[in-house]
Structures are given as structure tokens and as C-alpha cells.
């Protein structure tokens, strides 16, 4: 049974760092595109970034541009979301959902703009971990 399991998450101060990790098994990363998802209470899923490793491609969405990089480590099986200058309004829980597809399923939106597609049936899920950014 394939499984992702996200950690790295935890409380952190506005200002600080912290790398998210998604680890697959029974997959390896290369044939897939994996985009970090979060969720705020009492708020819709938001896509964040999106990566396929096959080639590095990677999308972001402009809230965490600059701030946020996404990469991954095929013979670890795992993708990282490195999270740096964070904000309050960061503050969700973070997922990762792999997708079998060579490109991230994530549209332009305009200019420079990235926004993930609509309800698109991912494969896999995660099943979360925790940010908590203190202001």
C-alpha cells in the first residue's frame, strides 16, 4: 500500500524557518508530480507548490514565492518544502498529494502566476502536519 507521510511540522515565531518532508513508499517520485497542499481552519484547500522531479519543474504559488522552496531527493523518496520568512497567515495544515503525471496539473493564472487544477484527483495523500506560526 503506497503511503505519504508528511512531518516537520511545529510552532514557530513569525520570521522563523521550517522544511516539510514527504516521504512515499512503495513509489519512487521520478513518474510522479507531488504539489504541497495547506489548509487553514475555516478555510478552502489552498495549492502551494508543485514539483516534478523528473526534470525539476516546480510552480509556486505568489503568497510564498520567494519564501518557500520546494525540491525533492529521489533516492530518498522524498520531497522537501523548505519554509523560510514565515508568517501567521501560514499557519495550516500542510499536505503532499502525488499525482501520476510528468507535469504539475497547475495552470497560469495570469503574469508569472501558478494555481493548481480544480478539483484534480491526486492518487496520493498525506495525511498532514501541523504549522503554527506565532506573530
Known amino acids: 500500500e503506497v503511503q505519504l507521510v508528511e512531518s516537520g511540522g511545529g510552532l514557530v515565531q513569525a520570521g522563523g524557518s521550517l522544511r516539510l518532508s514527504c516521504a512515499a513508499s512503495d513509489i519512487t517520485f521520478d513518474d510522479y508530480a507531488v504539489t504541497w497542499f495547506r489548509q487553514a481552519p475555516g478555510k478552502e484547500r489552498e495549492g502551494v507548490s508543485c514539483i516534478t522531479s523528473s526534470d525539476g519543474s516546480t510552480r509556486y504559488v505568489d503568497s510564498v514565492k520567494g519564501r518557500f522552496t520546494i525540491s525533492s531527493d529521489n533516492a530518498k523518496k522524498t520531497v522537501y518544502l523548505q519554509m523560510n520568512s514565515l508568517k501567521p497567515e501560514d499557519t495550516a495544515v500542510y499536505y503532499c498529494?502525488?499525482?501520476?503525471?510528468?507535469?504539475?496539473?497547475?495552470?497560469?493564472?495570469?503574469?508569472?502566476?501558478?494555481?493548481?487544477?480544480?478539483?484534480?484527483?491526486?492518487?496520493?495523500w498525506g495525511q498532514g502536519t501541523q504549522v503554527t506560526v506565532s506573530s
Open positions: 498529494a502525488a499525482a501520476d503525471a510528468t507535469v504539475c496539473p497547475w495552470v497560469p493564472g495570469g503574469g508569472t502566476r501558478w494555481y493548481p487544477i480544480d478539483l484534480y484527483e491526486y492518487d496520493y
